[in-house]
């Protein structure tokens, strides 16, 4: 077992420690670190987006969304989501907030959902149109 230093606080640390005893980074022996997980963006951008975004990572233990024309992972922003937490046009999700969906709970123009607050159509167990609500 080597000693090193950490690439936060500069403090000798194993080059096999998984934490600095001193400041807390993680993987303190590796000059660059930027999280657990996996991460895919496409070469291909469309304005300024990547054609496709794929995150299930974390970094400080934070998740890192996947933001991209396509997105898949637990938080996602895009055109088109395939994830826990959604926002964008095209949502398959748990939580969404989408223009259309297929969600168990979201806010949308138009959803096929578990429980849905949409404003024009929607089908699913409990759907409520705020046109109906406000009486327009």
Known sequence: ??????????????????????CGAPNPWQTEWSGFGFEYKSRIRIFNLPLLHISFKYRNRRPVPAVGIIS????????INISQFGIGILNL???????????QICLSY?????????WE???GQ????????LGL
């Open 93 to 103: 999700s748990q939580f969404a907030f989408t223009v259309f969906g297929i969600c």
């Open 72 to 79: 898949i992972g637990q938080f996602a922003l895009g055109i």
């Open 110 to 118: 138009s959803a096929l959902a578990q429980i849905a607050l949409v």
């Open 126 to 133: 409990m759907i409520f149109s705020v046109k109906e609500l």
């Open 121 to 123: 159509k929607g089908y």
């Open 1 to 22: 077992m080597s000693l090193t230093q950490c690439r936060e606080c500069k403090h000798a640390v194993s080059s096999q420690a998984p934490l600095c005893p001193n």
